[in-house]
Structure formats: structure tokens, C-alpha cells
């Protein structure tokens, strides 16, 4: 189970940091994911981790304003935001990576996913 | 161009198959899955691999592909299908996570 939280209202330029708890399996060992769902728009990719954390991939549209973190003690996950813009608006979800390798970090599937934290960012 | 195009929607009667393809230039490369999504609910993996479905997932759900487009295919719809259909693959330097922009089905 992914369970997330720390989503809230925030002012544009402000900051958040959002926390995914995983239970249920060996967290330590799978790359992870955190995906948006704007109001009324289609699923987005934000950025994966490997396990160790050594690879880091970004979406273009959170490049340099987000950072993605991981406790392997903790079994968390986490998003750090800063510099937010209205259009970060959006439900955020975390989930579990799998298929996919060092090389090719981008790659596989994402099963299973959290419930969800709203992010809202306005004025 | 590493986009995946999803038809916006797609409406089918009761116990007729639904077909959402999705189609984009690095398919014949990446492999693709799908997920349904509800409103309210987390999405879930209905096909990985292209065909290949998930324990749990009804078998009324499968996966082809070919060339450049993927099929997800729906037999015998019921209605608690009615959901967004979303692929999603990888671009072709396998960088970025890549999803369609969804398909609305309707069971009418």
C-alpha cells in the first residue's frame, strides 16, 4: 500500500513537501514514482527514483523546482516543490515502479498507486 | 515524436467489445501499458507489456500491438468498465515516462 500526504493550499512562489508511506512490501528494493492529475486534464509523469536513489529523472515542467527524495529506513518517499505556479494545481499520486533497469529508468509499469494528495496553488 | 494519441472517447452497449488504441512513433520500440481510471480512485494497471494482464484483472481485458499502435480491448463490456482508459510507455531514449491523453469510455 502507498498512502500519501502533505498536500495542501499554497500561494504561487510558495513550497510543499509531500510524503508517500509505503507498506506491504520490500520498498528498498523497487524504483518509485510521482505522477499529477490537473482538474479536468489527463495523467502526468513528475519524476522517478531508482532504488538507491542513484538516477533521478525529471519531467521537463517540474525541472529545477522539484526534488525527489527517498528513506529506505523510513519505507518513504518524497516530493519536494518549491517556486509553485497556479498550473501545479493538481491531485498527486505516488506508486511503484517495476520493468524497469539503470539504463533505461523511464521504462515499466506502476502498480500499485496511492490515493492521492491534493496540491492547490492559488492566490 | 515520442506523444502517445488517445481517441478522447469511445461508447459501447453492454456486452459489446470496446477498442482504445493508442498510437505514437517509439511503440515499435517501448513497451506499453494501460490503466483505468475512475473518478475518485487511484488508477490501476489493466495490461503490461503490451498484453499482458495483471492477477485480478478480469479477462474480458487484453492487449495487442502493432507497429506504431497498441489495442485495448474490452470483451463483453459490463457497466463498471466506464472509465478513463490512459497508455503509457517511455520515449525512445527511454528518459521520460510518457502518457495518452486518455480515452472516456461510456457504456451506454
Known amino acids: 500500500q502507498l498512502v500519501e500526504s502533505g498536500g495542501g493550499l499554497v500561494r504561487p512562489g510558495g513550497s510543499l513537501r509531500l510524503s508517500c508511506a509505503a507498506s506491504?512490501?520490500?520498498?528498498?528494493?523497487?524504483?518509485m514514482s510521482w505522477f499529477r492529475q490537473a482538474p479536468g486534464k489527463g495523467l502526468e509523469w513528475v519524476s522517478s527514483?531508482?532504488?538507491?536513489?542513484?538516477?533521478?529523472y525529471y519531467a521537463d515542467s517540474v525541472k529545477g523546482r522539484f526534488t525527489v527524495s527517498r528513506d529506505n529506513a523510513k519505507d518513504s518517499l518524497y516530493l519536494q516543490m518549491i517556486r509553485l505556479r497556479v498550473e501545479d494545481t493538481a491531485l498527486y499520486y505516488c506508486?511503484?515502479?517495476?520493468?524497469?533497469?539503470?539504463?533505461?529508468?523511464?521504462?515499466?509499469?506502476?502498480?500499485?498507486w496511492g490515493q492521492g494528495t491534493l496540491v492547490t496553488v492559488s492566490s | 515524436s515520442d506523444e502517445l494519441t488517445q481517441a478522447p472517447s469511445v461508447s459501447v452497449s453492454p456486452g459489446q467489445t470496446a477498442r482504445i488504441t493508442c498510437s505514437g512513433d517509439?511503440?515499435?520500440?517501448?513497451?506499453v501499458y494501460w490503466y483505468q481510471k475512475k473518478p475518485g480512485q487511484a488508477p490501476v494497471l489493466v495490461i503490461y507489456?503490451?498484453?499482458e494482464r495483471p492477477s485480478g484483472i478480469p479477462e474480458r481485458f487484453s492487449g495487442s500491438s502493432s507497429g506504431t499502435m497498441v489495442t485495448l480491448t474490452i470483451s463483453g463490456v459490463v457497466a463498471e468498465d466506464e472509465a478513463d482508459y490512459y497508455c503509457?510507455?517511455?520515449?525512445?531514449?527511454?528518459?521520460?515516462?510518457?502518457f495518452g491523453g486518455g480515452t472516456k469510455l461510456t457504456v451506454l
Open positions: 506508486a511503484r515502479q517495476q520493468g524497469a533497469s539503470i539504463a533505461a529508468v523511464a521504462t515499466g509499469w506502476f502498480d500499485p
Open positions: 506491504g512490501f520490500s520498498f528498498r528494493n523497487y524504483y
Open positions: 527514483i531508482t532504488s538507491s536513489a542513484s538516477t533521478i
Open positions: 517509439a511503440l515499435p520500440k517501448q513497451y
Open positions: 507489456k503490451d498484453s
Open positions: 503509457q510507455s517511455a520515449d525512445s531514449s527511454s528518459t521520460y515516462v510518457v
